[in-house]
Every structure is written in structure tokens, then in C-alpha cells.
């Protein structure tokens, strides 16, 4: 169960993760959230603290003051897998629509694609070709920034599209594999650095 509500954060999620060596190959520490997810109150803060993170973010602020009022993301795209639950609990907080960033072959219509690669291979992420609006202000959402490689492709998968990336946010930043860099000049906002 969560701790009290006083906790900070960073120490409820590092609190509630499960560190698993060797996944999904030899030399890899995979960092297990699901606990983070299975805590309802948990999982409440984390989604509060995603969609607060890119409103304190000055570029985020700029695009919203441009629209007098108004959050500073029109629509949250969610990376598969684990980046569709954080998402959709991101857009259903702040009344905005979900965008699934899919691996390749899993969407039925006209799609765009980029290759990433990852700390332990490489592969495809695919978007829909219509799912994003040129101009239309996006929070990118996924669980972990590592290397940063899936991220940077769903960030320029949005912006092929004519997307504005507000900011990226992820749950925990794996800080030694420098994914950050990768997303430059975006600003990232992680809620647990490790």
C-alpha cells in the first residue's frame, strides 16, 4: 500500500518499484512499475504528477499562454506498452484525448514509422498518419527514459506530423544512460531520477 500522502513523489514510486536484474537479457536492471500501477492512490499521484509536470514547463507555459486559459497540451500521446496506461490516465485527468505511439505492424491504417534503437537491440515505433493536428500542442508520456532512443522516435514521429512536443514526461529516468541529451531541446520531466 502507498505511504501517507505528506510522501514525496520520488520516494513513493522508488518505494513501490521492483528492481528485476537480467531483464529482458543478461546486463539489463529492468525496472518493474506495475506495482506503481496496482496501488490505486499510487498510481493517482504519478498520473497528477505527469500532468503537472508539463504545466510548470516554461516552453509548456509559452504554448499555453498563446492560448490564453488553456492546459499547455491539446493531446497526450502514450508509447507502447507500458506508456498507454500512464497516458491514458494523463488525458482522462486533464480532459484531453489519447494518442497510442504503436510498435510496428499493430496499426490498421495509413501510418508513419521510425527506427530507434534501444540498450539491448533496435526496432520500429509506428503512429497514424492522422492522429495529430500540424500545430497541435502534444505531452509525450512514457513510463522509463533510458537510452532515450524510443522516445527521441516517437517525438519525431509527433513533429513529421506537424505536432508541437510541449514536453515529454516519464516516470523514472535511468540518469547513467543519458537519455535526456537525446531528447534535447525538449525539455524532460521525470518523476523519479535514478
Known amino acids: ?9 520520488d520516494e513513493l514510486i522508488s518505494g513501490l518499484t521492483v528492481d528485476v536484474p537480467d531483464h529482458p537479457e543478461p546486463g539489463v536492471l529492468f525496472r518493474d512499475l506495475t506495482p506503481v500501477f496496482a496501488d490505486g492512490p499510487a ?11 508539463s504545466a510548470s514547463d516554461p516552453r509548456a507555459a509559452a504554448l499555453a499562454d498563446s492560448r ?25 485527468h486533464t480532459g484531453v484525448g489519447v494518442v497510442p505511439v504503436r510498435k510496428a505492424g499493430k496499426l490498421p491504417r495509413e501510418r508513419i514509422a521510425a527506427d530507434y534503437a534501444l540498450e539491448y537491440g533496435t526496432a520500429t515505433l509506428e503512429l497514424h498518419a492522422d492522429s495529430i493536428r500540424p500545430g497541435q500542442r502534444v505531452l509525450v508520456v512514457d513510463d522509463v527514459l533510458a537510452t532515450g532512443g524510443t522516445l527521441a522516435a516517437a517525438v519525431t514521429l509527433v513533429e513529421q ?6 514536453a515529454v514526461a516519464v516516470v523514472v529516468e535511468l540518469s547513467a544512460l543519458a537519455g535526456r541529451q537525446r531528447l534535447a531541446p525538449h525539455t524532460v520531466h521525470a518523476l523519479w531520477t535514478t
Open 161 to 166: 506530423l506537424g505536432g508541437v512536443v510541449s
Open 43 to 53: 498510481f493517482r499521484r504519478v498520473v497528477e504528477g505527469l500532468a503537472a509536470a
Open 68 to 92: 490564453a486559459g488553456e492546459r499547455p497540451f491539446d493531446v497526450v500521446v502514450g508509447v507502447e506498452a507500458r506508456g498507454f496506461l500512464l497516458a491514458a490516465g494523463v488525458a482522462l
Open 1 to 9: 500500500m502507498s505511504g501517507s500522502v505528506a510522501e514525496r513523489l
